[in-house]
């Protein structure tokens, strides 16, 4: 078999598509005979059949249906890429596929998110939730442009990618809003001892960290609930099933939105943000800006 002609595939495809000769010749201005040889030598290359003669009708063979079906994904693609093309720079939309580890918490990566959709194209935002190892082996098979996760992997698992840090915030406690809360305000962090904790799942990188910090502040810790999910654990939160705690720089959100409120802060226990994308990847512009994202304290 010889290489495929692009030029050939087209002209059988054009064919295939308008249903006769006569009528692809109209739309690329051949003389019927010329179009015929095309098609027969784009047979001959191939070394199969893609057309036969029914009566006066040209129909595909088994063969042609199946070339047919992938040309169709060649010439729309190449539809697709002629579009791009016509337009300005700034008029282009960007596609930008976004993994966030399932530990992470979403306001946060929102946060970080956002400032890449203020580009002045338009952004084709997909989002994927995942364990970061899952996300990990998809970043490295180009099925996502980025990685949010809030803990560096080994630098073995990094191999071929690059790591920016994106921020390092304290952690918060949070309580629903009412006298309880200013109680436990007022006596922080002695008020956590023995009360209701709504504890992240066990791989959540600082929960060691925050451990640590509860066992240096003589507080006997209280596990109520171990929710992975961090939107339901601060619906929790917000029902006056327990404390919990998050990243100090999205504390004004999460006052806002769970209608509960800041009784302390570790200032000694971070939560660290990282992207990771792919060395050799062409940083597209929305990327570019995430990169330079900065964060405002809360």
Known sequence: MKPLNLKHLYYFWLTAREGSITQACEIVDLAPQTLSTQISTLEENVEHM???REGRNLVMTPMGKQVFAYANKIFDITSQLEEVLQQSPDSRAIDFSVGIASTVHKILAWKVIKPAMEIPNEVQLVCKTACASDLLLQLKQKKIDLLISDY???ECDRDGLTAHKLLSTPMSFFYTKGEEADRMKATFPASLSEASFLSYGRQTPYLGKLKD????????????AEIDDSALLKVLGQAGEGFFSAPSVIANEICE???VEVIGVAETITEDLYALYRDNSMINPALEQLLNFEAQEA
Not at 213 to 224: E, S, Y
């Open 50 to 52: 893609l057309f036969k």
């Open 152 to 154: 560096l992997p080994h």
């Open 213 to 224: 910090w509860f066992k240096v502040n003589g507080i006997k810790l209280n596990i109520k």
């Open 257 to 259: 939105q769970y209608n």
